[in-house]
């Protein structure tokens, strides 16, 4: 046990060659969308901003290590970036060289539920964690963050403080491209059957037109009712309790799923929502029914807790019969 961050150099790192979908993560391109998005950056910049700054912050999916850069130009003194892929930790020490604060940086190689807690500080000022994904909840370090949460000196100190998932049951397509418009329909039609797109989520999710989702939310073509949340001031923090929807008026032939957080416990007013134009990083989701709900029966969503690498799923029953097969995120 430690207190003192410098005790982590070198670096420990666990051997993510046996481990390929850590390196999941570990695309340029990826990391590079998320960069450029001014909406997510300007957001996680004045979030840190609320926090008062003090000795160590744990950036939690660090990725290029940025948001536990800023921290350290905001007057933290310390950063441990935690970052499972090992080519976006080598990538995360190129940018705390280039930017004189190697000294005060130390990376983990590792997903944070396979850090041994008992080499990270018992005291903590600050934890910031950007693993929001499409859906929330997308990455396996959700289930941990309550560990490092516990040791902050100010609870208040966690980035995002709390945020809700949401579903509204739509009787409309809400996207145009699907499994008989892409390259699926053609190894379809060359003979092969590839039942990926109905297993998940896509990576970059798949309703580009945020507007057309915010005007049916305000003018109630859409019904949006709250189906996993987070709050790192409650106990226990997240729940994933599924929920019971009413259908949408005239048949339902799938679901919206979208996400609104707050980033900072002392700026409860500001949202950060993939809504959000200007957030181009995350997108709603819309997942088709594999037949349209006619009837004006209760539509249950029902969350499923199943094994890494996928972490959660769920499907959604009507009547009791299932009308997606398991969606794993
Ligand atoms: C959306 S990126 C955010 C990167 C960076 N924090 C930023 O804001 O630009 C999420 C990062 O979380 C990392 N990650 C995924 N699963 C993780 C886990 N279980 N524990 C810790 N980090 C994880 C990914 O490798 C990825 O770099």
Same mark, same amino acid.
């Given at each position: 046990?430690?207190d003192n961050p410098s005790d982590f150099a070198p670096d420990f790192r666990l051997d993510s060659s046996t481990k390929p979908s850590l390196e999941e993560?570990?695309?340029?391109?990826?990391?590079?969308?998320?960069?450029?998005?001014?909406?997510?950056?300007?957001?996680?910049?004045?979030?840190?901003?609320?926090?008062?700054?003090?000795?160590?912050?744990? %950036?939690?999916?660090?990725?290029?290590?940025?948001?536990?850069?800023?921290?350290?130009?905001?007057?933290?003194?310390?950063?441990?970036?935690?970052?499972?892929?090992?080519?976006?930790?080598?990538?995360?020490?190129?940018?705390?060289?280039?930017?004189?604060?190697?000294?005060?940086?130390?990376?983990?190689?590792?997903?944070?539920? %396979?850090?041994?807690?008992?080499?990270?500080?018992?005291?903590?000022?600050?934890?910031?964690?950007?693993?929001?994904?499409?859906?929330?909840?997308?990455?396996?370090?959700?289930?941990?963050?309550?560990?490092?949460?516990?040791?902050?000196?100010?609870?208040?100190?966690?980035?995002?403080?709390?945020?809700?998932?949401?579903?509204?049951?739509?009787?409309?397509?809400?996207?145009?491209?699907?499994?008989?418009?892409?390259?699926?329909?053609?190894?379809?039609?060359?003979?092969?059957?590839?039942?990926?797109?109905?297993?998940?989520?896509?990576?970059?999710?798949?309703?580009?037109?945020?507007?057309?989702?915010?005007?049916?939310?305000?003018?109630?073509?859409?019904?949006?009712?709250?189906?996993?949340?987070?709050?790192?001031?409650?106990?226990?923090?997240?729940?994933?309790?599924?929920?019971?929807?009413?259908?949408?008026?005239?048949?339902?032939?799938?679901?919206?799923?979208?996400?609104?957080?707050?980033?900072?416990?002392?700026?409860?007013?500001?949202?950060?929502?993939?809504?959000?134009?200007?957030?181009?990083?995350?997108?709603?989701?819309?997942?088709?029914?594999?037949?349209?709900?006619?009837?004006?029966?209760?539509?249950?969503?029902?969350?499923?807790?199943?094994?890494?690498?996928?972490?959660?799923?769920?499907?959604?029953?009507?009547?009791?019969?299932?009308?997606?097969?398991?969606?794993?995120?």
């Open positions: 046990m430690t993560y570990g695309r340029f391109q990826q990391h590079l969308v998320l960069l450029e998005d001014a909406g997510r950056i300007e957001r996680f910049r004045s979030a840190i901003d609320t926090v008062p700054a003090g000795d160590v912050v744990i %950036d939690v999916g660090a990725g290029t290590g940025v948001l536990g850069l800023l921290s350290l130009i905001g007057g933290f003194q310390h950063a441990i970036l935690i970052e499972p892929s090992r080519k976006m930790s080598a990538y995360a020490r190129h940018l705390a060289a280039l930017n004189g604060l190697s000294d005060r940086v130390t990376i983990v190689t590792a997903r944070l539920e %396979d850090v041994d807690f008992r080499l990270l500080p018992t005291s903590i000022d600050m934890v910031i964690s950007e693993t929001l994904s499409s859906v929330i909840f997308g990455f396996g370090s959700w289930d941990f963050m309550s560990t490092l949460v516990d040791r902050l000196r100010d609870p208040r100190n966690v980035i995002p403080s709390r945020g809700r998932l949401l579903v509204a049951p739509t009787s409309r397509r809400m996207a145009t491209r699907g499994p008989d418009s892409d390259g699926l329909s053609i190894l379809k039609s060359a003979g092969l059957t590839v039942d990926l797109f109905e297993r998940t989520f896509r990576s970059a999710g798949n309703i580009y037109d945020k507007a057309e989702v915010a005007l049916a939310l305000a003018n109630g073509t859409l019904q949006a009712a709250e189906l996993a949340s987070f709050d790192f001031g409650r106990n226990p923090p997240i729940m994933l309790d599924g929920v019971n929807l009413a259908p949408a008026p005239g048949g339902t032939v799938g679901i919206v799923l979208f996400w609104d957080v707050q980033l900072a416990a002392r700026a409860p007013d500001e949202q950060f929502t993939n809504l959000d134009p200007l957030v181009t990083s995350w997108y709603p989701y819309y997942i088709e029914f594999t037949q349209p709900i006619e009837t004006t029966a209760h539509i249950q969503l029902q969350l499923v807790a199943c094994d890494a690498p996928y972490t959660y799923a769920f499907r959604i029953l009507a009547d009791c019969e299932p009308v997606t097969n398991v969606l794993y995120w």
